[in-house]
């Protein structure tokens, strides 16, 4: 226990030094990934993991001097040019698309279903509202009928409005991608630190890495079927069926990239665990898990992005509630709103699919081990 | 505490049992007794004729009857009968044929029983923009009088030319036990055209034996894009998915089921049999809301339909614009562009007794089962009127008609007259061929059809 304490400033030190001429960054972040899966995560990997690494200090420095807010001002800018050009175009290659379901929907008609959703949403939340209210005066009227019935409050029986199609679509993927990850990582783990695994483990990763999740939805809506009964099951089938999907489909990228970085851990690094002699648990705790950090996270944030993909196309096929089943009933329904409001889907989906990978990147930088270069 | 709540909830079952036991006995007393089941999921198919369903909804009567109902839309008929049998949903809008071909086991086999009709006629026939043109020499000049009846006769020259080139002619409908491929089926038989035997004992069941036009499977709602990509060449489904071609301006409607036979049977509400038997209160309360659907449906000669279909235009439910559903809703419909025609019985829900579920319906459909092979081997008349006893189930719908007449919201005028009640309507003539139908000689009826089996097996 001793020895650890000692240990531990010891590496940080290390560390400390090490950062200064950037060799940590360099073996885990390298194009090592290339190999295995060379476009996203070469993308992600390589100038990302550095420009995120300083970005909160690169921030301090720019706003400290006005050329640096101005370059600032220039990066807004020209996003919101890109934005408007695209808008533009956008709008003018719409109106030359007749279908059969009337105009393609341009950003103005789109924003316009935007506001339907949220005329719809504020009258099914007051429809909510007088259906509790109805009920609580149905039972009081069966109590004071007789005092021994068993009244209850029953959940709205009412369409799910647009942000709960939402917040479904984000649960399950939050459920699929949490199998996922629990199977990743550590499957990831074991294959990088020993050969003989990996040896083991890499064919059928490879074969399993390239299947699409319609492929497995059929078998997994039966299995699911098969072996998920129970009288009043906490969460539906349908939730399910499209989790496991989504996880069967968003495990691969984390399983490669963490098999990259935990293979690529620094030989000082493992050479110093040795002289400590760190336990394996304590090795894979203190040294492998940190320098694989960069690494486990560009697989994570691929995984998540195609998680999300998968999800819309999930649900859409399992008829499971969600963003994808949102589209496929307003496909159905063919009414002349039914492309913008797709539109509208297809926006949060973009949009959503952003933020979530933004949280990955704050999520990154909070259990990163650079952190403390970035503190001091 | 909890052992006091299960003690009060047995107590109160048992007195909502016994009280539906006396309701059997002595249908004098029609109180119905609290439901036992009340929190339920109705499925259906994005069509006008679920409008029962979503009346009964938007108008409190399910509530009204102490039942919270939630209402899905289903993918296609195979997921919500499905649905139905696994308990999913505890009842759905099915299609006539649906709980007869289960209780059969075509398909699925599942005891599947129906307490209502829930409407009459509402089914089109649609061809494509092209096919329409191919058959205008063949379609009699009236000068500009009354529009013919359109008949398979006049299509018959262009299957026929399509035959000679060897091309296929592909039609679709929705379901194969559905009321729309017998009724396309009919049609295209009484003009001449064969539509193709099923032959499930040999392990045939495309329906496509001997046929001269290809019949296919397309859920409703695909039809108007599946019609567009031209994948098929017309199709048989309820609206609003004829009245979408023509505002698409990708097909032209025919013809109604009416004018195939007037005011033929349509959907009807199918559940379990255990269900009914384990929920029989809550059944009962499910018929009466649904009957006081149908009921404001029709009321003062359809003048609620306006406001049913804009309901119905809603997102949850059919969806499709208000001009479109409310084209055959409000008792009109658009033949080939701007042909529009009154067409008062449309859609009925209620008047014509539309919703008693009789005997002779279910046989009907048993015969085109018969005549098109679904049904391998020939049967007794008494076969059949088996049959329909053990899926229709009039004595559930006449509780709920008392009940309903005990509360003065209906009277014994909106009921055919229980106590005379055989469950056969008088033969019926009103079919596009002459052919007449008595419900009580299958067999009989069966011979008289030119094209279809009669006592032979294929």
């Known amino acids: ?376 | 505490m909890a052992v006091r709540k299960i003690l009060n909830s047995n107590i109160v079952r048992l007195v909502a049992g016994c009280s539906s036991a006396l309701l059997l006995a002595t249908s004098l007393c029609a109180q119905t007794g609290f439901p036992e089941k009340d929190e339920l999921v109705f499925g259906f198919i994005k069509l006008t004729d679920m409008a029962p369903l979503a009346i009964a909804y938007e108008k409190g009567f399910f509530e009204d009857e102490g039942l919270y109902v939630t209402l899905v839309p289903q993918a296609n008929w195979k997921v919500l009968l499905d649905g139905v049998i696994d308990g999913q949903l505890d009842g759905a809008h099915m299609l006539a044929g649906q709980p007869l071909a289960a209780t059969l086991g075509y398909g699925t086999e599942a005891a599947i029983v129906t307490p209502l009709s829930m409407d009459l006629n509402g089914n089109g026939i649609t061809v494509s923009n092209e096919i329409w043109q191919q058959m205008q020499p063949y379609i009699p000049d009236t000068h500009g009088k009354m529009k013919p009846v359109i008949k398979a006769d006049y299509l018959k020259p262009v299957v026929d030319s399509y035959r000679a080139r060897g091309l296929p002619f592909n039609m679709a409908m929705v379901f194969p036990v559905s009321t729309h491929n017998y009724e396309l089926r009919y049609w295209l038989a009484a003009g001449g055209i064969h539509p193709g035997y099923y032959a499930p004992h040999k392990g045939d069941t495309s329906g496509t034996l001997n046929a001269e036009v290809l019949l296919s499977v397309t859920p409703p709602p695909q039809m108007p894009a599946t019609l567009e990509a031209g994948t098929i060449h017309g199709y048989s489904v309820g609206e609003p998915w004829n009245q979408q071609a023509i505002f698409k301006g990708i097909g032209v409607p025919l013809i109604t089921d009416d004018e195939i036979w007037h005011n033929n049977p349509e959907k009807v509400f199918g559940m379990t049999q255990a269900f009914t038997e384990q929920y029989p209160n809550t059944t009962v309360r499910i018929v009466k809301a649904m009957l006081r659907a149908g009921k404001w449906l029709d009321e003062n000669d359809n003048a609620h339909r306006q406001e049913a279909a804009r309901i119905l235009a809603r997102s949850e439910y059919v969806g499709a614009d208000y001009e479109v559903i409310a084209n055959s809703m409000t008792g009109t419909f658009e033949y080939a562009k701007g042909d529009i025609r009154q067409v008062p019985d449309f859609n009925v829900f209620f008047r014509h007794h539309a919703t008693y579920p009789y005997y002779s319906d279910a046989i009907w459909y048993l015969t085109q089962m018969r005549r098109w092979g679904q049904i391998a081997q020939p049967k007794s008349d008494d076969w059949y009127k088996d049959i329909a006893r053990r899926v229709y189930k009039p004595e559930i719908y006449r509780q709920a008609a008392e009940a309903l007449m005990a509360e003065g919201l209906m009277s014994a005028s909106d009921f055919p007259d229980f106590d005379t009640e055989t469950g056969f309507k008088p033969v019926q003539t009103e079919f596009i061929d002459g052919v007449s139908y008595d419900g009580s000689k299958p067999n009989a009826y069966l011979k008289s059809l030119t094209i279809g089996l009669k006592d032979e097996v294929l």
């Open chain 1, 1 to 376: 226990m001793k020895f650890f304490e000692y240990a531990l400033p010891e590496r940080s030190n290390l560390d400390e030094q090490e950062h200064g001429n950037g060799p940590v960054a360099t073996p885990v972040d390298a194009s090592t990934p290339c190999a295995e899966d060379p476009g996203p995560a070469a993308t992600l990997g390589t100038p990302d993991g550095k420009a995120r690494r300083f970005l909160p200090q690169a921030w301090l420095k720019l706003v400290g001097d006005s050329a640096g807010l101005s370059r600032i001002a220039r990066a807004w800018s020209l996003a919101l040019v890109g934005i408007g050009v695209f808008l533009l175009l956008w709008q003018n290659t719409a109106g030359n698309i007749e279908t059969s379901l009337g105009q393609f929907p341009g950003p103005v008609q789109v924003w316009q279903q935007v506001l339907n959703l949220k005329q719809e949403h504020l009258r099914e939340m007051a429809r909510k509202e007088a259906f509790f209210a109805r009920q609580e005066a149905r039972n009081a009227e069966m109590l004071a009928q007789d005092p021994t019935a068993d009244v209850r409050i029953r959940p709205y029986t009412g369409r799910p409005v647009f942000i709960e199609q939402i917040r479904t679509s984000l649960f399950t993927v939050a459920f699929g991608f949490g199998i996922a990850m629990l199977i990743a990582i550590p499957l990831g783990i074991l294959c990088g630190l020993s050969q003989s695994f990996y040896s083991a483990f890499n064919p059928v990763i490879q074969i399993f890495k390239p299947v699409s999740p319609l492929a497995w939805l059929p078998l997994v809506t039966m299995v699911v079927s098969a072996l998920y009964v129970s009288e009043s099951p906490m969460l539906s089938k349908s939730f399910i069926t499209s989790g496991i999907t989504v996880a069967l489909c968003c495990l691969w990228p984390t399983v490669i990239n963490t098999i990259v970085g935990v293979a690529g851990v620094d030989r000082d690094l493992i050479n110093v665990s040795r002289v400590i002699r760190l336990p394996a648990l304590r090795h894979v705790q203190k040294i492998v898990l940190p320098a694989a950090i960069p690494m486990i996270f560009t697989g994570m944030r691929l995984s998540l992005a195609t998680g999300w993909m998968v999800l819309i196309a999930a649900e859409m096929l399992a008829q499971s509630p969600g963003l994808g089943k949102f589209i496929w009933d307003e496909f159905q329904n063919g009414s002349s709103d039914s492309l913008g409001r797709i539109m509208v889907a297809v926006l949060v989906i973009g949009i959503l699919g952003f933020v979530l990978d933004k949280l990955m990147l704050m999520l990154q930088r909070r259990v990163s081990w650079d952190k403390q270069s970035v503190l001091r």
